[in-house]
């Protein structure tokens, strides 16, 4: 039987405080949940946005212009992109299989 898993990408509630294990779910034997933001709980599976790596480099970016006596709005904007980051939980196991 091929495991079915819950996606929660809303950031404001939280959806595994309603579907927390014990409440006839099955999480994470029949179900596997994961959270697509970082989550409080060290138990539940999920991607990590390195926010405080993303904060770093930003102020490194805004010194960087500052230095470089950019003052205006620039026509080539910068983007940040770093790789998400997997924190392994007891919610979404055997994720290889």
Not at 75 to 96: A, F, I, K, Q
Request: proline share 9%.
């Amino acid at each position: 039987m091929k495991k079915r898993a819950v996606l929660c990408p809303i950031f404001v509630f939280p959806l595994y405080s309603i579907l927390v294990p014990g409440q006839g779910f099955g999480i994470p034997g029949r179900l596997g949940y994961l959270h697509l933001i970082d989550y409080p709980d060290p138990n539940v599976s999920c991607l990590s946005h390195r926010g405080e790596f993303i904060g770093n480099k930003a102020v490194d970016m805004v010194a960087g212009m500052i230095n470089r006596n950019e003052f205006r709005q620039s026509n080539n904007p910068y983007m940040l992109s770093v790789p998400l980051e997997w924190h392994e939980g007891t919610t979404c196991p055997d994720r290889g299989s």
